[in-house]
């Protein structure tokens, strides 16, 4: 599996942004994909989910401003951001993985595929 991250930028605190990242290869209607981000000097930390094709799941800080969303057609999951804050700058990473547990999706060492990143920077 192959993964593309694609949509980050600078953008003022309170605007939006939506990231896209493209899966090709083998690719199983039930995977799960997501993204993580990293900020600078920080741990890689989880976002947001699609557990096997269908359950979607958040991290509590962004949870009412982000939105996840797949396209089994293209192939492709996007991160809506809204109301954007300062915290939110970070390297955003798309992963995937066909046979993780629900318990397991918060980490990062859990998925087996990974996209390049792309970077986000929030602006006060």
């Known amino acids: 599996v192959q993964l593309q991250a694609s949509g980050g930028g600078l953008v003022r605190a309170g605007g939006s942004l939506r990231l896209s990242c493209a899966a090709s290869?083998?690719?199983?209607?039930?995977?799960?994909i997501g993204w993580f981000r990293q900020a600078p000097g920080k741990e890689r930390e989880f976002v947001a989910v699609i557990f096997r094709g269908s359950g979607t799941y958040y991290a509590d800080s962004v949870k009412g401003r982000f939105t996840i969303s797949g396209d089994s057609a293209k192939n492709t999951v996007d991160l809506q951001m809204n109301s954007l804050r300062p915290e939110d700058t970070a390297i955003y990473y798309c992963?995937?993985?066909?046979?993780?547990?629900?318990?397991?999706?918060?980490?990062?060492?859990?998925?087996?595929?990974w996209g390049q990143g792309t970077e986000v920077t929030v602006s006060s």
């Open positions: 290869g083998s690719t199983p209607s039930r995977r799960t």
């Open positions: 992963a995937a993985d066909s046979s993780i547990i629900l318990s397991s999706i918060w980490q990062s060492r859990s998925y087996k595929y």
